[in-house]
């Protein structure tokens, strides 16, 4: 589900973060992508990932919440990423986010409850969306659901920083910087070397 971007301090905040995460030895399967093994001494992930902040039953939803967001189809998607595990952890270092998470998985619940009469997570991929889809588009916004609609952004947001910093989603970027080249590839521009055909940087 797409949204809006986040900001670029925002962006460098998180990654400030995720890279502090990634010395944490609980996680069981999100991996920074800038890790770097440590041979024999690395210690073993542990078979289960233990929630930080949120119960077990809120861990659960985050989790599927994130499943949503970043899908597996083709590729891996934010489940094979151990994305909620990244998601947990940085809300439960950033204790400014930790209310309003609380409140936006609760209104989730009601939410969830007072349309289709069942938990969030017993509501069928379809009902889960039609709940989601409002929150996620600007342009199915709907008056008095602001509290949803600032819980989904915050998920959301944790959920693509969780995902394209981790061993696998920065793979699904193709960045060549992981690549090895036996030499020094030259720029495919040749004919604008200034590269001005490229539009003005955004930020």
């Not at 809006?4 to 992508?33: K, N």
Request: net charge negative; aromatic share 12%.
């Amino acid at each position: 589900m797409a949204g809006q971007g986040l900001q670029r301090r925002e962006i460098l905040r998180i990654l400030g973060v995720a890279a502090v995460a990634s010395h944490f030895p609980g996680f069981a399967r999100w991996t920074y992508a800038s890790a770097h093994p440590n041979g024999d001494n690395a210690p073993p992930k542990p078979q289960a990932y233990k929630p930080q902040f949120f119960s077990a039953a809120e861990f659960s939803v985050v989790s599927r919440l994130t499943e949503l967001i970043i899908p597996s189809d083709e590729t891996a998607g934010a489940s094979e990423a151990g994305v909620c595990e990244f998601v947990d952890f940085m809300i439960a270092h950033d204790p400014e986010q930790q209310p309003s998470m609380r409140t936006g998985l609760l209104w989730l619940e009601a939410r969830s409850q007072r349309e289709y009469s069942r938990a969030f997570l017993a509501l069928t991929a379809a009902n889960q969306a039609s709940i989601l889809e409002p929150l996620a588009y600007k342009a199915k916004y709907r008056d008095g659901e602001e509290t949803g609609q600032e819980f989904f952004r915050r998920i959301r947001d944790l959920t693509v920083m969780g995902f394209y910093s981790s061993e696998i989603g920065y793979r699904e970027l193709d960045n060549p910087a992981q690549k090895y080249y036996s030499q020094s590839p030259a720029c495919p521009h040749l004919d604008d070397p200034a590269h001005k055909h490229l539009p003005p940087a955004k930020w």
